[in-house]
């Protein structure tokens, strides 16, 4: 696991480029995530359901979770109570049972629509056409999405050592990020975070623009 100075470090860099950090526990211990909430930081994210359910339950309530996992419609209702943000959107299905389970809960749920660029068809989340059509439906319909908010887009770069195709995909990400900001949300203010950059890609995410990285790894160690 990173060292107390090295995290810090980590940190300031980040906040010099406006650039927030989730760490990514998904598989790390309740003692690890401990240690970073003692130095103070606060978003964690998961990327199963019953795992970060059970880690809520765990730990310090003040903890912001993030879900970047691919998110079933039937367990929705499990997070909804708590969840800060999800960052995995990727159908309008799944759209509308979030804003349903928010108003169960009454409150208002902030998620980002996972985006996918480049051509390796492993990935979930929407490429731009796709983008295009949900966003054009959540327009068309936005009363009935009373009690979610759209704050932009999570995407990942394509799983490459090749740094060109990578910066390329991040291009891609903040353009197609711009275009829809202008085309859908350019009087909303919430419509701000551009989150891309793992591990082993954060400093090209941040040259290119990423609000928000996530990163597992370099910050816990191997997950178990
Ligand atoms: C696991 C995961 C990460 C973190 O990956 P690292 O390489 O460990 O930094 C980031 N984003 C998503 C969506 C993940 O599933």
Redesign the pocket.
């Known amino acids: 696991m990173i060292q107390q100075g090295d995290f810090i470090e980590l940190k300031k860099r980040l906040e010099e480029k406006n650039t927030g950090l989730v760490a990514?526990s998904?598989f790390q211990s309740l003692e690890k995530i401990h240690t970073l909430y003692d130095w103070g930081h606060r978003d964690f994210?998961e990327?199963y359901v019953q795992e970060l359910v059970e880690k809520y339950e765990a730990l310090p309530k003040d903890i912001r979770w993030h879900f970047?996992?691919h998110l079933q419609t039937n367990k929705v209702k499990y997070i909804a109570p708590f969840i800060h943000l999800i960052h995995s959107v990727d159908s309008y299905k799944l759209l509308k049972e979030i804003n349903k389970q928010a108003i169960l809960h009454a409150r208002t749920i902030d998620v980002l629509i996972q985006i996918y660029v480049g051509d390796e068809n492993t990935k979930y989340g929407l490429d731009e056409k796709e983008t295009l059509e949900l966003l054009s439906l959540y327009e068309q319909q936005q009363e009935s999405f009373s009690n979610i908010r759209i704050c932009g887009f999570m995407g990942?770069a394509t799983n490459t050592e090749n740094i060109q195709q990578i910066v390329k995909d991040f291009k891609e990400m903040d353009a197609l990020f711009s275009n829809m900001k202008l085309q859908f949300f350019y009087n909303h203010n919430h419509f701000k975070i551009l989150c891309m950059g793992?591990?082993?890609d954060f400093n090209e995410a941040i040259e290119q623009g990423s609000s928000l990285v996530?990163?597992?790894?370099?910050i816990f160690g191997n997950r178990q």
């Open positions: 990514v998904k994210g990327n970047i996992g990942m793992m591990s082993n996530r990163i597992g790894s370099s």
